[in-house]
């Protein structure tokens, strides 16, 4: 594995946390709304306020105004894409702008 360049390190990870993590993916309603199926590995996010993206917890704007390390196992010379979207703008009670994509 290697890491992208916006990777300090790569991020062990089991199967079983894979499983457990993207059964939460269906919990949440990201599973079918967003993607078709749960992740093959996991990112880690971690904001430089001090906070980490984790499955189904709340960030501020303020918390994750600037720019994240991400860390995930990568295959060599192979390219990816990271996406930051909201699947249901404002709120998921009134979901009235539907999908946003923020970066």
Known sequence: MKACNVVGMVVCITLRSIFSEACKFKDFELIPDVIDVG??????????????ASFGNMLTPTEVKDQPTVLF???PEARYTLILTDPDVPDREQPVDGEWIHW
């Open 39 to 52: 992740p093959k590995a996991i990112l880690n996010v971690s904001f430089p306020s001090g906070v980490d």
């Open 73 to 75: 196992p990568a295959e």
